[in-house]
Every structure is written in structure tokens, then in C-alpha cells.
């Protein structure tokens, strides 16, 4: 059994998954890596399908998953991103998503004001429900009176257990986001759900705000923040404004778990930015970043400090790619990574 | 039949009502104005209903509705909010939520980069469908095994007609903004209506950008934005964001309009503000804003432009309540517009 299945995929995917694989090379940890590089767009279009039933059993048959980017414009209007990275999302149940977001270096922030650049939270985002269940359809389709629906489906079960995951990940306080006032039947349930796990944990501080006051408060007080627990669509939209907010999603990394089984995806927040790829010039940082998730998902705790501490000296440095400000290439960036280890 | 019809509603809603009231006086156009003051939280306490029949008629007889806020934390999770402001929207299908964001002095926007703090958009959010249908329920509520389902549904007749309204807003661009890759049946209808609406109105450059990627730009390049056209939630979302990025919601307003009939309900972005109502100190610049927009709505552009300039006069001279930096009440902050005329 390998210990990581690697999915490159599209666009700078196998550029950031090659930086990523060396890092975990240089560790020597001697850790088995099966690379699935044919799921991947070319083979979606020739295929109409581009992770089968036997690339499903080898990423099972290993420890985590590893992938570096998915989709490509002419697939855009298509169901590819969703049958690959939704498609292991529900495989392997990985309900959490965990993106912490922290400013890695003062000069990377956006903001203003030096008192509110210091952002250091996690969002906690429902992966496997919502209006990501995928469930809906469209009604006299293509016609004048075409009415589409997508259903938002919320569970006790789904809701419950990722409300436990994120009083299990917080420090100080959980922040629930929702938008109970308006979305009734899911923001009824969120909402009472929300109550019993507050009650299981005591300990931790509580928050409850609605997305449209989250947004701005992310904006406008970001040191606040701690854990921040959301549905599937509001988890993903807060979670690449954080990522603004600490200097792009060029330093945004992601893993998707399902704690009971212990089963984790790693994936950069960044997709596939078929703009800049093959030029050598995508920024690895997230995909480095992610690797030092999935090294600690995998109990090497030393060489994931390791490897933050290390893309922090780079960016503080100055040693990074163009979109940060520096000058290096992706492999430049990298070895700078690597010789800070 | 009344010029407006005023819902001042609760909290902090009377306050910058007054004040709104009180600008609308001072151009002496001899507007007849009825307000509904009965309609508001304690009435929904009492009677289980806070705008009857009788209250919506009177609505209906006059050619705009001006309302504060409604909400107040021991009505929070009932269907308070819903029963007022969405019945409002509805009943007289105020599809085009009209929300202009414009950062009205440098010193308050919250970004590092002189460069992209110009910010100067309108949100266009449909207002009548998607998230907010109000269709769906619970199944075996309060069960281990409990379902939520909230329908979100869209129509090729809401689409069609807000994205032409968003084109025939735009200055430069429409930027529409969606989760086509993962909601499957609402982004493909209107991945269609955009594509044929974009057919219809050839002079106006488009862009279309995911509401995640767009949460970020709205943050990396705000600058760049003109007309953003986006689902209810959606729509949402971005309009809090953005009114973050130019100073806050204290200067965020908003019409509700529907184009065919002509009518609108014109109100300021941000909610009663239960911890600082009755003090005197909410900022009413949003509401006078708002005044705004529904006297350009009446036919009165000089009255309506000359409110903007005074509005922004008394920034740039600091005459403000305190969350913009000032020391005024919201008295003295009105009375500082109305001198500024
Ligand atoms: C109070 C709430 C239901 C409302 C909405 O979401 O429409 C508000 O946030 C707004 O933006 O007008
Ligand atoms: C590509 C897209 C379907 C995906 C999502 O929305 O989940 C991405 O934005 C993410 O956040 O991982």
C-alpha cells in the first residue's frame, strides 16, 4: 500500500504537485507515492470520464491523496471539476474541510490598518452536503419557462458531526456562519444542531454570525477570528476571501478529511490557472503548504513545522515567485524552500 | 395616494428614518409621506403578523416605500424578518435589488494599495428567487435522522430580467457571478440567459468570474468592477463585502425595484443595530443615501445628487458620527448634510 496516491491533474497542478513531491522527497521519510497522472482533462475528453473505478480502488488502496489542480476551459460548462474533485470528496466521505489561513508575512496583507492584518483562523467547511449534493434539475429545459432547482440539503448526521469537528479544531472560540433568517429549513436545523454541540463543548467561546456580517467582518476585524464553521457554498466563498485577505490563494492550502476513517485529500485552494501554466512561474507555496498538512495528517509533525517555518523564512525573504513580489520560478522557489528546511 | 410610504421599523430603523425624513423635507418638493409606525417587532410580538393586509395596501398607494430596519434579537429565529422585509419584496416583485457601492472618501477605505481603493460598483442581486423561494422543510424534524431541504430555485423568466436590468445599469461591464461548477441546474440556466442576454446588449464588455474567485477580486482588484449581477445569496454576500471595502454598511444603500410597474422600496443595507439603537449615535448617512436613490427614483436627479455631494462633503470634512471617525450624533451628523446642501 502506498502511502500517497498523487493526482497532478490540470494546468500548474503537475507543476506545484512535482515542488510538492520533492519536499516530501528531501525528508527521506521513505514514503511509498503511487502518481495517477492520466485522471486528468484530456483524458475526461476522450473519455467522458477521468477518474474510474480502478483509480478510485488505488487512491483507497493509500493512506491520503494528494491533488494539485482540476479543470480547463474548454471543460468548463461540462460535469468534469464535479466528477473528479466533488467525486472524492463523496468516494471517500471526506466531510471536513479544513483551510486555515493564517498571514504569513505583515507585507502580504491587503489591509490598511497594521492592527487588523494579523489573520490566523480556520474555516471549517461542510464537504459532502448542501447545495453541493448535487441533487436538482431543470424543467422545461431550454424553454421560455424553464424553472431549474438545486437542492440544499442539510443532515443532522452531515451537520452535527462537522459542528464536532470545529470545537475539536478550535483554540479559543467557534464563529457558526449561516444564514438562518433567511434560509429557513437548513438555518432551523444548523441552528439547533449548533445549540446541542455547544453544549457538548463547553470550553469553547461561541459566535454566530450571518454570512453577509461574516464577509464583512472578515474584512473589517479578521484578528477576531478563530475556527469559523460554515455549509459547503458559504465555506467556500469565506474561505477564498480569507485567503485574500492573508495574501492569496497562492498560499492557501486545504485537506478534506473524514476523521473516522482517517482518510484525507490535500489540495491547494488555487485550481488549475490555465493562464500561466507551463511557463514555470506558478507559485508553489499553497501546494507546499498542503504538503505540510498532509505530512502532519500522516503523524510527521517536525517536518510540517518544518516546512511552514520554511516558506515563512522564503516569503520573509523575498525568495518567492512573481505574484508575491520576488523573482523566482516555481523550482527556484522551491529549492529556496527546501534549502531554508 | 401618498408620494412615499415610510416602515421606520426597529432599532436604529426610526433614527436614520427621522433623518431621512427630515432631508426629504428640507427640498420643499411637497412630497406627501404616510408612515406605517405600527409596523415592527412589537406588533409581530402581539399579533403574530407585523404588516397586514390593510398595511400593504397603503404601500401599494403610494409610489415608493422607504423603510429603516427590521429585526430584533428575541424575534431572531422566528420568521420575523421573512413575514416583513421578503413579504415586501414579493409582494410587489422587487426583483432588481439596486446596490451601488462607492468608496465616498479615501481615508475609509480599509485597503493598504492607493491604488485599488477606488471602488465604485452596483451590485445587481435578483431579489425574488434562488435561495430565498421560501420552498422546502424539514423531515423528521428534530430526529436523529432529520433532512433539511431548502429549494433553490431560479427561472429563465428571473434570470432573463435581471441580467437585462444589469446590462442596462452598466457603464462599462457586467460581471456575472456564479457557482455554475458545482450547482449544476441554476448555473446552467443562467450560463444560457447570460449568453443570450450578452447577445442582446452587444456594447457592453462582460466577465464572468465563480462567487469564490469573485470574493477574492472584490478584495485584490476591486477597482476593476463595475456591474456585478448575481443570485439573491450571492448578491448577498458581495453587496456586504463590497460596502465593507468602501467604509462599512454605515454608507451602504439600496433599492428593490421592479422596472415594469415602476415601484421600489428603498432601504439601508445595514439591520436595526440592536446594541446601539436609541442612543442617537447611528450613522445616517446610509439612510440619507438611500433618500437618495428613491428621490433620483421620484424624478428629483438635482435633489438626489446634491444629497451625494453633501453626504460626501461631510466625510471629507469629518463631520460623521463616531464609526466613521466623527464625534456628531446622528442629529448633528444630519443637520452637517442638510448645512452642506
Ligand atoms: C435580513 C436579511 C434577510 C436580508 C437579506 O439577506 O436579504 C439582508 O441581509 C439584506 O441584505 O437585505
Ligand atoms: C472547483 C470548485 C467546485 C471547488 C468548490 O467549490 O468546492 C473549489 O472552488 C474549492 O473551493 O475547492
Redesign the interface.
Known amino acids: 500500500m502506498a502511502a500517497i496516491s498523487v493526482i497532478p491533474g490540470d494546468g500548474i497542478g503537475p507543476e506545484v504537485v512535482e515542488s510538492a513531491l520533492g519536499l516530501v522527497d528531501a525528508f527521506g521519510l521513505g514514503l511509498d507515492v503511487d502518481v495517477l497522472d492520466h485522471v486528468g482533462a484530456d483524458r475526461y475528453r476522450r473519455e467522458g470520464v477521468a477518474l474510474g473505478e480502478a483509480d478510485l480502488a488505488r487512491v483507497a488502496a493509500s493512506g491520503a491523496v494528494l491533488l494539485g489542480a482540476i ?1 480547463r476551459p474548454d471543460l ?2 461540462t ?1 468534469y ?2 466528477d473528479v474533485l ?1 467525486e472524492l470528496r463523496y468516494a471517500f466521505d471526506l466531510y471536513a474541510n479544513y483551510r486555515p489561513v493564517r498571514l504569513w508575512h505583515d507585507r502580504l ?5 497594521p492592527a ?1 492584518r494579523a489573520l490566523d483562523c480556520v474555516i471549517v467547511r461542510e464537504n459532502t452536503e448542501g ?2 449534493s ?1 441533487i ?3 424543467l422545461r ?17 452531515g451537520v452535527s458531526r462537522i459542528l464536532d469537528f470545529a470545537f475539536a479544531t478550535a483554540r479559543r472560540e467557534v464563529c457558526l456562519v449561516d ?8 438555518g ?2 444548523w ?2 444542531c449548533w445549540r446541542r454541540a455547544a453544549e457538548r463543548h463547553p470550553g469553547a467561546a461561541t459566535r454566530h454570525l450571518y ?3 461574516a ?3 472578515l ?2 476585524e479578521p484578528e477576531r477570528f478563530d475556527v469559523i464553521v460554515a455549509s459547503n ?2 465555506g ?6 480569507a ?3 492573508a495574501g ?2 497562492g498560499l492557501a492550502p486545504s485537506a478534506s478529511l473524514n476523521p473516522e476513517s482517517g482518510f484525507g485529500m490535500f489540495e491547494p485552494v488555487h485550481g488549475s490557472a490555465p493562464d500561466i501554466a507551463g511557463r514555470g512561474v506558478a507559485n508553489p507555496f499553497a501546494c507546499l503548504l498542503t504538503a505540510a498538512l498532509l505530512l502532519r495528517h500522516l503523524g510527521h509533525d517536525t517536518e510540517a513545522a518544518a516546512t511552514e517555518a520554511a516558506v515563512a523564512g522564503s516569503i520573509a525573504a523575498g525568495r518567492t515567485t512573481p505574484d508575491l513580489g520576488g523573482t523566482l520560478s516555481t523550482r527556484e522557489a522551491t529549492r529556496a524552500v527546501l534549502a531554508a528546511l
Chains 1, 2 share one sequence.
Not at 142 to 155: I, Q
Not at 179 to 186: E, L, S
Not at 236 to 241: C, F, G, M, Q, T
Request: glycine letters at 10%.
Open positions: 479543470g468548463e460548462h460535469g471539476v464535479r466533488l496583507s491587503p489591509l490598511r490598518d487588523r447545495l453541493y448535487g436538482g434539475g431543470n429545459a431550454s424553454s421560455d419557462h424553464e424553472v431549474a432547482v438545486d437542492a440544499d440539503v442539510n443532515t443532522r448526521h444564514k438562518a433568517n433567511a434560509v429557513r429549513a437548513g432551523r436545523l441552528q439547533e454570512v453577509d456580517a464577509a464583512m467582518k474584512v473589517t457554498s458559504h467556500d466563498i469565506l474561505s477564498d476571501l485567503a485574500a485577505l492569496g490563494i
